[in-house]
């Protein structure tokens, strides 16, 4: 079997994608300590003060992690002269699937158990809809995207392989525009809040930006005024009271994105090896992803955020989270049935 045939494997991934992942689990801890700690006491009682710093902060440390991990993905398998065939992407599709049968499935039980106080049958059915119609915890989108991502990849590898450089830049341009701009242009002149949809497109949209810019785009003078224009309108329409607008799926956050892809592949360049605390992140970070709102869920009931002053709650359920997440992978691994999964 030549090198081309092989899968990705660890040893065949480039550094600078292991330390993404290393550095995007932790951006995505960070940003849900804050998310759960305002969707559990609301932002009335958390002060706008509190509000405010909160997005500024996860703006400019989080908002980058997850289009960066659809491009990784992206540039991984939608290279052109790797042989990326159907078995393979099978296989990563049953992963996702198993994944959603039992983790996507007990966070839907534990959702529906606690609304109606009980187990019975019809909070299990209850559960098993939830579950299939995608109406799970927030952060396991990124898990039915993934699933039809791989799905999608032979179609995609066509643009890849068929398209030169400008021509697929302008089916990204067009893609930009069509399913980024103009839904976040329709809804904020129609005053409706964005929301945060499972959105498979938006999310194909930065699978392929991953391949364009690892093929095509460089960190440059260009791109890194492309990336600070984009961080600083976010801010800006955090600081207007307009943060939903910063979300990964919608437009704002795209430059912002791409430029700390092309960051990770211009500096993050030594092996990852040299840090053992990164390597077990990078090696661990899709099931801290998976794991870890649930330990932000029960420090949240357990200990209120209103009861420290701001910083040291948020800080404290960061490292509860993040450690134990790592905890909980790692045991997971020691059982057969979850060693393909997580």
């Known amino acids: 079997m030549s090198h081309a045939q092989q899968p990705i494997t660890k040893a065949a991934r480039r550094p600078c994608y292991e330390w993404a992942r290393a550095a995007g ?16 006491v609301g932002y009335a009682a958390l002060g706008s003060t509190r509000v405010l ?9 989080t908002r980058w ?33 198993l994944v959603l049968a ?43 995207a993934l699933l039809g991502l791989y799905l999608l990849t032979p179609a995609l590898r066509l643009l890849t392989t068929r398209l030169d ?22 809804q904020l002149a129609r005053g409706v809040a964005l929301a945060t949809p499972a959105n498979l497109v938006p999310a194909a949209f930065y699978y392929l930006l991953g391949w364009y810019a690892h093929a095509y785009l460089r960190f440059d ?3 890194v005024a492309l990336g600070a224009t984009s961080l600083v309108a976010m801010l800006v329409a955090a600081f207007l009271g307009r943060g939903d607008l910063c979300l990964p799926e919608y437009c704002l956050v795209a430059p912002y994105g791409a430029l700390a ?23 661990r970070s899709f099931g801290i992803y998976v794991i870890h709102p649930l330990f932000l869920h029960v420090i949240v009931r357990v200990v209120s955020p209103l009861s420290m002053p701001w910083g040291v ?13 790592v905890v909980v992978v790692g045991l997971l691994r020691r059982t057969p049935s979850f060693t393909s999964i997580i």
Not at 25 to 40: D, G, M, P, R
Not at 53 to 61: A, E, K, Q
Not at 313 to 325: D, K, P, R, T
């Open 261 to 283: 892809f092309l960051a990770f592949e211009r500096f993050a360049t030594c092996p990852i090896e040299r840090c053992p605390v990164a390597a077990l992140l990078a090696d």
């Open 65 to 97: 992690a997850v289009p960066v991990f659809l491009m990784v993905s992206g540039a991984l398998l939608l290279d052109p002269s790797k042989d990326v065939g159907w078995p393979r992407l099978l296989g990563y599709a049953r992963r996702m699937l």
């Open 165 to 186: 450089q400008r021509r697929l830049g302008l089916v990204l341009a067009a893609a930009y525009v069509l399913v980024l701009v103009v839904p976040t242009v329709t």
């Open 102 to 144: 039992t983790f996507g499935l007990a966070f839907c039980l534990i959702e529906s158990v606690v609304m109606h106080g009980g187990l019975a049958p019809e909070v299990v059915g209850e559960a098993l809809r939830n579950l299939l119609t995608g109406n799970t915890w927030g952060h396991l989108w990124y898990v039915y």
């Open 25 to 40: 689990c932790i951006a995505i801890v960070f940003l849900h300590v804050f998310v759960t700690e305002a969707n559990a």
């Open 53 to 61: 710093v909160g997005d500024l902060l996860t703006i400019m440390l």
């Open 221 to 223: 003078g260009q791109t």
């Open 313 to 325: 709650y948020e800080a404290l359920a960061f490292a509860v989270a993040l450690a134990g997440s």
